[in-house]
Structures are given as structure tokens and as C-alpha cells.
């Protein structure tokens, strides 16, 4: 990271994109991986490892439910379609960029 963001800024901004993950369920997990190599679930296992990093208690259940905004078993019988294999595909090459990242 080249300029350095308080954390009180970090913390709003994480915020609020939890937030509008919450409300856009039309972007689906699959389609944010194909896109940027990260979905919900990614987002729910960091805080989880955050949260257990600064002495915290968090399960993966618990951490998933916070960034969905409900039960993850609930947010995907009511949101989450087919897999297809196009989006399959699309989600595995996306997912393979990330192992440039740092």
C-alpha cells in the first residue's frame, strides 16, 4: 500500500462494503471471484482469522453470517443459482491471479 489509511477510515470503509454486499445479492459469490479473486466468503474468512489474530473468538459460521447478513445456509438457499461452467472457468483463472498478490 503506497499511503497509509487510518484505521478509522479502514473500519468505515469495510463497513460499508459489507453493507452494499448485503444489499446486492445479484452479485453473487461465484461472479465476485470471477471478477476480483474474492466473494463473501473470502472476505468472511479474514475477519475470522483478524478476529482470532487479536485474541478474539470467531467461527467460520459465525464470520460468514456477519458479512451476509444471515445464516450462510439461508443466504444461499434465497440467492445463489448454478454454477455453470462458464462461470466456473471464469472464477478459476480469476482465482489464479491471486497468487501474484501479496
Not at 93 to 102: F, G, L, P, T
Request: glycine letters at 6%; aromatic letters at 4%.
Amino acid at each position: 500500500m503506497t499511503q497509509q489509511i487510518s484505521d478509522a477510515a479502514a473500519a468505515a470503509a469495510f463497513r460499508r462494503l459489507v453493507s452494499h454486499l448485503q444489499h446486492r445479492h445479484d452479485a453473487e459469490n461465484i461472479d465476485l471471484m470471477g471478477l476480483a479473486g474474492f466473494c463473501r466468503n473470502c472476505l468472511a474468512d479474514w475477519v475470522m482469522e483478524a478476529t482470532v489474530d487479536a485474541g478474539g473468538s470467531m467461527t467460520r459460521d459465525e464470520a460468514r453470517e456477519a458479512i451476509h447478513g444471515m445464516p450462510m445456509n439461508e443466504w444461499k438457499g434465497k440467492y445463489q443459482t448454478e454454477a455453470t461452467p462458464e462461470r466456473l472457468k471464469k472464477m478459476k483463472e480469476s482465482v489464479a491471479k491471486n497468487a501474484d498478490a501479496s
